[in-house]
């Protein structure tokens, strides 16, 4: 296994739509499409990251990775458990919007408030090459919304809506993060 590099906003591939995977390719070729996978999940938890995108280590190709489990940056996350989605495509996306911080490892020094569908249903094959149905709603369906941006050559600065709440991770912990847990503190009182 390898640690790649991360491609970073303004490189191309950010912005290219990216090529479906060959799934016979996982048969045929595995090993190339299985060390990548590998490796993208060794960068992710290297890069302390939710997810990770093909494009965002330089390979134009349809495929994620995520995990998570509650930590200091994602309290309130769910533990998720690795997952690998190739060819995923969102088949449905419920009208609730939601809106969170969301941050990139593209865009690592950015956090932005970015609206979302709070439920989606996503279609996908996993490292074996079998097909998934999953049926996601909140942190979930925001991070496979994020990360299935990638493979359109989307970040989420696209869809954000007032850019207003755009901010410096810095800042962020200092003056939005502070704020945000003492509202839920009030809340809960």
């Known amino acids: 296994m390898a640690l790649l590099q991360v491609a970073k906003l303004g490189n191309p591939i950010l912005r290219q739509k990216a090529a479906l995977v060959d799934l016979d390719s996982l048969k045929s070729q595995g090993n190339i499409i299985q060390s990548l996978i590998d490796d993208m999940i060794e960068t992710m938890h290297e890069e302390d990251g939710v997810g990770l995108a093909a494009p965002q280590v330089f390979q134009s190709l349809r495929l994620v990775v995520i995990e998570c489990s509650p930590n200091e940056r994602y309290s309130e996350a769910p533990n998720l458990p690795l997952t690998i989605l190739i060819n995923p495509s969102i088949?449905?996306?419920e009208q609730d919007i939601v809106?969170?911080?969301e941050g990139c490892l593209s865009l690592?020094?950015?956090r932005g408030l970015v609206p979302r569908s709070r439920r989606i249903?996503?279609?996908y094959f996993d490292r074996k090459g079998v097909p998934v149905t999953v049926n996601a709603e909140?942190?979930?369906a925001?991070?496979?919304q994020h990360e299935i941006d990638h493979l359109d050559g989307k970040v989420f600065l696209d869809r954000m809506t007032d850019l207003s709440q755009l901010s410096y991770v810095n800042e962020f912990e200092k003056y939005i993060a502070d704020k945000k847990s003492l509202e839920s503190e009030?809340?809960?009182?």
């Open 138 to 140: 909140g942190f979930l």
């Open 186 to 189: 009030s809340e809960s009182a």
């Open 121 to 123: 249903i996503v279609e």
């Open 142 to 144: 925001v991070v496979l």
């Open 108 to 110: 690592k020094d950015l």
């Open 99 to 101: 809106s969170s911080w």
């Open 91 to 93: 088949t449905y996306y």
